[in-house]
């Protein structure tokens, strides 16, 4: 069945330049391995996400799909993210884009927690 969580990030963004928010609310939406939802990002938009959540082990997981509301790309920016679930807290690991002063593309990595709300 479908499920819908609410749930509060805090990551922090490593071998980037720029400055970047490091709280984000997040709303989602699970229908089998079919990820979307909604969060506050690291430039203080909105970002709304699709993708799919695929197993690795009992514990860890992958998530690919497409995210909005980031400048670095064009509407929609590929999403990719590996996930340590517990019960109470996912630990995760992401690719960052930013571009520099320059216009070029710069890389880094987000890491994170997300804790479930009103659980």
């Not at 970002?47 to 995210?67: D, H, K, R």
């Amino acid at each position: 069945g479908s499920q819908m969580i609410l749930g509060l990030a805090l990551s922090t963004h490593l071998g980037v330049i720029n400055e970047y928010n490091n709280i984000h609310p997040h709303i989602r939406f699970l229908e089998g391995s079919t990820i979307s939802g909604v969060y506050y990002n690291s430039i203080n938009k909105l970002s709304w996400y699709g993708g799919i959540s695929i197993p690795a082990t009992e514990n860890f997981s992958f998530e690919i799909g497409g995210v909005t509301g980031y400048t670095t790309f064009d509407k929609v920016s590929p999403y990719i993210r590996g996930v340590y679930n517990t019960e109470n807290l996912k630990m995760f690991i992401a690719p960052a884009y930013e571009r520099n002063r320059a216009g070029n593309v710069n890389t880094g990595i987000v890491i994170g927690i997300e804790i479930p709300i009103g659980k």
